[in-house]
């Protein structure tokens, strides 16, 4: 028997609703890509919805995130509206960023999503500054940095988690770990096999945590979250889990096998394990499930079509929003 699920229905079903606006976004994305409606890269997040989610749901409105190149569950999880952020992807100017950010540099501050960025490791820092002006202020909030694997191999990783360490930041990292950087196995890449490991060296704990359970995320991160309120600092929290596509969708997946993959699908996937949850405890009925999944459908169809019919920046606002021109 599966341990009976804390969270009330509404709460547990508000999950679902999300990791599957996550899935649909994302497979919508790529159907997007393939006509070269949205142009330049785009890197999806279809498997690892289960961490986004998890996550942000043990955070308050009030507090922050910090997001990836691989960004745009992150963006959903925090509360990001789905038309903005599709439109953001046409480079249309009713975008979150009016059009200029594109796939990997979404931000919705009014949210608390400080902002997705292209360079890899380059959010832990700026999570680890925002964690010490909140610190500075006596704010009694917490920052949420996502990254993954390759980036805990860049300095900024190091350099970042040491601050933290000895100033006791309110910051919870949390490292996708989804097996590859790019094309490289964590196995050849990293000389631990465990990325929390690490969190020794900078006095804090570090946990693992099974990344394809929402449930279990959210448990992880709560424990975090409540000792960085605390005064206590921050943790590392290394979330195992598996993306669907490709790196980018120039990547043919030729270092992962089939075999692999299709395990992860057929029998990891953190939404089908969730579904699978939530009818063996009664939470839902099949027809519930399948009705929750047809409006989240029809969302993102609306947000496809309200990115589509929105305009274009005009080009004479081609240097707004710069310091210098």
């Not at 057929?266 to 089908?272: A, G, H, K, L, T």
Request: net charge neutral; with cysteine.
């Amino acid at each position: 028997m599966i341990e009976a699920m804390k969270e009330d229905k509404e709460t547990l079903l508000t999950y679902l609703r999300q990791m599957l606006e996550i899935r649909h976004f994302e497979e919508k994305v790529m159907e997007l890509l393939a006509q070269n409606i949205i142009k330049g890269a785009s890197h999806l997040y279809a498997g690892q919805e289960a961490v986004a989610v998890g996550a942000c749901a043990a955070i308050e409105p009030t507090d922050y995130i910090t997001s990836t190149h691989r960004g745009h569950g992150h963006c959903i999880a925090k509360g990001g509206q789905l038309p903005q952020m599709m439109a953001e992807l046409c480079g249309k100017k009713t975008g979150y960023s009016r059009g200029r950010g594109g796939s990997m540099h979404i931000a919705d501050v009014a949210k608390g999503n400080m902002g997705a960025t292209g360079i890899v490791g380059g959010n832990i820092p700026a999570a680890t500054g925002a964690g010490l002006a909140l610190k500075m202020r006596g704010e009694k909030k917490v920052v949420l940095c996502f990254f993954g694997d390759g980036a805990a191999n860049n300095a900024t990783f190091h350099e970042s988690l040491n601050m933290a360490g000895v100033w006791k930041l309110p910051v919870v990292y949390i490292c996708e770990n989804n097996l590859y950087g790019m094309s490289v196995s964590t196995k050849r890449a990293c000389a631990v096999e465990d990325i929390a490991t690490r969190a020794s060296a900078y006095n804090m704990p570090g946990m693992i945590v099974d990344g394809q359970d929402v449930l279990a995320v959210k448990e992880a991160v709560a424990k975090a979250v409540e000792r960085a309120r605390a005064g206590l600092g921050a943790t590392l929290i290394e979330a195992k889990t598996y993306r669907y596509f490709g790196h980018s969708r120039s990547d043919p997946r030729t270092y992962r096998t089939k075999e692999e993959e299709k395990f992860y699908k057929e029998q990891r996937d953190p939404i089908s394990l969730f579904k699978g949850r939530l009818l063996e405890q009664k939470i839902a009925t099949s027809d519930k499930l399948e009705a929750i999944e047809k409006t989240v459908a029809e969302a993102v169809e609306q947000a496809t079509k309200f990115a589509l019919d929105s305009p274009y920046p005009d080009p004479s606002e081609l240097y707004d929003f710069l310091y210098v021109e």
